[in-house]
């Protein structure tokens, strides 16, 4: 029988309630008495110098408050970045100004040059309109490779070039990977684009500033993922606030996808704003806007090969990648082709020897930082699909040529640093085979071919790295950050609980999750328990939520702080029944002495723990409120395998998904409906990717697909019915609740699914095509049949 309480419980979430109402209040819910507005004026060139800016006849215009350009942000810092590389030759990558405001250039459309703070919202537009620019339109930047060429324009005219680092992994490896590849039996290569892509949450981005100027208290409510960091990042290195300055609130957030996690420069303004003109500035993002501001994923070109011997087995593997870093470096941009990528390239696979580069390329173009999934997606669709290339052109079978190189015994130390302390890969593919029914898939072809369609089915493996940690490790590796989380759990006189976490949830669904770890350890019913998260000023310090972290890290810190509160409430437990300590046992929600009947409720407990008439006070102290970190030793590794089958019309190159299945290992599981539902969204962003979405800028850095009727967002009849099993659970070796990330799975094991499928059903009809680029339309799809 299922769980009907506590951890492995299916409850739907809480927190739906109120969103599905329409009562959830989101940043731009949020006004203040006697707030202005600002739009901003933004680039429309990707590249230009700023010869003038001519703001007289707009100041004059009715509503306008004040208006800024980037003199006013010149003795302000910059945007700082939240990760250092260093390159293969020992030098630190290329780190250029970011201003909040542009001065002397703008470097890629929607680049903000002014920004007009009005009594209304129509106001400050009409005076953007009236501003007079005098802008020197320059030569672009846009494609990678071309950045880097001899003459090509520069950026930033005080670095070199355009090349942000070298960057080599691992670099003692380089001559045995070379060697390698010169004994090998086979070597198969494969060139390839991970295309970039928008996030485009439900939730634009939203910026409300506020000033106090009897205390000289500044407060943000934003759109964050990590209200913390912001004010870390935002108040010490730009604004140059003090943090007990400073309040940072995260309400409700409709969707990040990692978009979120970064410090933006509205940020910053609608917080300087507000002093300089003494009264709250708010500023909510248009859609056209979020397509030429928010940071964009992925981009990465990348040439891949891989090396067998004659039995088949992998033997080495190397890459050279290009990853896009935009015009500017955002908040954890250079970390994401390099670290949370190169050091997944081993994959699922044991494969001995692994040498990955990357050059990182600044272009004319929007930012690029992380996207659901954040560099293992990429690192996963380049090695899924040169393997699926390999079992072709060997002939062999590509599961069985997958099985032969799993990984088997545990832990497991890559080539590539990173230690998998636990997996299975065999159980998740034979459920695979399942739940795919993979059996049955040549009488499905067959039909297809019936009706004159083409049938190809694609299967792959992944693994990824959440939970980012510890601390002291991504330090030396160039994080300007601790990647720990916190809790503080206060109990309450009458035994309900407040839970507060650094962590934030903006879809996750910690509002039923976290409760249900906590009501487990206690025995206590979940509906005694709350959590409060996003705003600075009622939680510990924190790291918020991305990378899959909130359970592994986040979840163990509320279990840390949990079991204080438990062994603080057994001394208190043990008074009042007289015993010793180490007889008291917690179980359903009561406290007994061992081997006998004595026993006190748990709102017995907590009320002696704030009306102390029955223990001496000075052995302890009164209250029942504990708080603690928990800086993880090693990341956790969700692995799974993925099948997915689609129909393809020879006349027109559409693909169709006709079935999708996907076999996780996410360890312990807390509750699996929400479990599911990550898998199910992470799986339709990643078919979004693979046959739909494309961010394209052309020659000139002019962004063609800068709204819905260009950019093509998955849509209900693009998605089939998922079979979603997570049954193979080997738990995490080294966090106390044994769980691992599940949020970002779907989104790194679809796409190379996808492709591998649509490959497989190319050349089931004839068409000599070994590759295809995402996204797979129609037209790339209809081109590659007929040459």
């Not at 390698?180 to 390839?192: G, I, N, R, S, Y």
């Not at 928008?198 to 634009?204: F, G, H, L, R």
């Not at 070109?301 to 891989?306: A, G, N, Q, S, Y």
């Not at 067998?308 to 050279?320: C, H, I, K, Q, V």
Request: some cysteine.
């Amino acid at each position: 029988m299922p769980k009907d309480h506590g951890i492995g419980a299916s409850h739907k979430r809480r927190e739906d309630v109120r969103f599905l109402t329409g009562t959830g209040q989101y940043t731009d819910d949020i006004n203040v008495a006697g707030q202005a507005y600002v739009h901003f004026l933004r680039s429309d060139v990707a590249h230009g110098r700023i010869n003038g800016i001519d703001t007289a006849e707009a100041e004059k215009m009715p509503g306008v408050v004040r208006i800024f350009t980037g003199k006013d942000f010149e003795g302000v810092g910059g945007l700082p970045c939240g990760w250092q590389v260093t390159d293969k030759h020992g030098q630190p990558m290329k780190e250029p100004g970011h201003p909040v405001l542009a001065q002397g250039k703008v470097r890629h459309v929607g680049d903000p040059i002014a920004a007009v703070v009005a009594d209304s919202l129509e106001e400050a537009r009409d005076a953007a309109e009236a501003i007079v620019l005098d802008i020197e339109e320059l030569p672009a930047a846009i494609d990678m490779k071309a950045a880097l060429q001899p003459g090509a324009p520069k950026v930033h005219d005080d670095l070199d070039d355009n090349l942000c680092y070298d960057w080599g992994f691992v670099e003692e490896n380089k001559a045995a990977v070379d060697e390698a590849f010169t004994k090998a039996a086979h070597v198969t290569t494969l060139e390839l684009r991970n295309n970039r892509l928008v996030a485009n949450p439900m939730e634009p981005r939203v910026a409300v500033g506020d000033y106090n100027r009897a205390n000289q208290e500044s407060t943000l409510y934003t759109t964050s993922q990590n209200p913390h960091v912001i004010r870390l990042l935002m108040g010490a290195f730009v604004l140059g606030i003090p943090e007990h300055k400073l309040r940072v609130v995260a309400p409700d957030v409709g969707g990040g996808f990692g978009t979120k996690i970064f410090h933006y420069a509205e940020e910053a303004f609608c917080t300087f704003a507000a002093k300089a003109c003494n009264r709250a500035v708010k500023w909510t993002a248009s859609r056209s806007e979020a397509f030429m501001s928010d940071a964009h994923g992925r981009d990465h070109v990348t040439k891949i090969e891989l090396a067998l011997d004659a039995d088949n087995n992998f033997t080495a593997l190397r890459t050279e990648t290009y990853a896009n870093m935009g015009a500017y470096l955002s908040t954890f941009a250079p970390s994401v082709p390099t670290w949370l990528h190169g050091t997944l390239m081993a994959g699922n696979y044991k494969t001995p020897l692994i040498y990955v580069n990357v050059k990182a390329v600044f272009t004319n173009t929007v930012p690029v930082d992380a996207y659901r999934g954040a560099g293992r997606p990429e690192a996963t669709f380049q090695l899924e699909r040169v393997i699926d290339k390999a079992a072709r052109e060997l002939g062999v079978d590509p599961v069985a040529l997958r099985r032969q190189n799993f990984v088997t015994e545990f832990p497991y130390q890559t080539p590539v640093a990173v230690v998998y302390d636990t997996g299975d890969y065999t159980a998740t593919m034979n459920k695979l085979e399942e739940i795919a029914d993979l059996a049955g898939f040549a009488a499905r072809r067959k039909d297809s071919e019936a009706k004159g369609k083409l049938r190809g089915l694609g299967v792959n493996c992944y693994i990824e790295a959440c939970g980012i940690a510890p601390s002291n490790l991504v330090g030396q590796l160039g994080a300007r950050a601790g990647l720990y989380e916190s809790a503080t759990v206060r109990v309450n006189a009458t035994g309900t609980i407040s839970v507060m976490t650094g962590s934030h949830s903006h879809g996750q669904g910690h509002e039923t999750s976290f409760p249900q770890v906590v009501a487990e350890m206690l025995g206590i019913d979940e509906s005694m328990i709350d959590i409060v998260h996003g705003d600075t000023a009622r939680t510990p310090m924190g790291m918020g939520t991305y990378g899959s972290r909130s359970l592994a890290v986040g979840g163990s810190a509320i279990v840390r702080a949990t079991e204080k509160i438990i062994n603080k409430a057994k001394k208190i437990a043990s008074h009042l029944l007289e015993a010793s300590e180490a007889d008291i046992e917690l179980k359903d929600g009561a406290f007994t002495v061992a081997g006998t009947d004595k026993s006190v409720a748990w709102g017995d407990v907590t009320l002696a723990a704030y009306v102390p008439h029955n223990y001496p006070l000075e052995e302890m102290e009164p209250g029942l409120e504990e708080t603690a970190f928990y800086d993880p030793s090693n990341f956790t590794y969700p692995a799974g395998a993925y099948a997915c089958e689609v129909e393809l019309d020879p006349e027109t190159g559409k693909v169709t998904i006709e079935r999708f299945a996907a076999a996780d290992d996410f360890g312990n599981v807390i509750n699996p409906m929400i479990v599911s539902g990550q898998v199910h969204g992470g799986i339709a962003q990643g078919i979004g990717q693979a046959l739909l979405e494309n961010c394209a800028y052309d020659e000139n850095g002019q962004l063609l697909s800068a709204s819905y009727m260009d950019y093509a967002m998955p849509r209900a009849d693009d998605l089939p019915f998922y079979s979603v099993d997570h049954s193979c659970q080997t738990p995490c070796t080294h966090n106390p609740l044994g769980v691992k990330g599940c949020g970002e799975a779907g989104a790194i094991g679809s796409p190379p699914a996808v492709i591998n499928a649509v490959v497989d059903a190319l050349q089931s009809g004839g068409h000599k095509v070994d590759h295809i680029d995402m996204p797979a339309t129609p037209g790339r799809v209809w081109q590659a049949m007929h040459g």
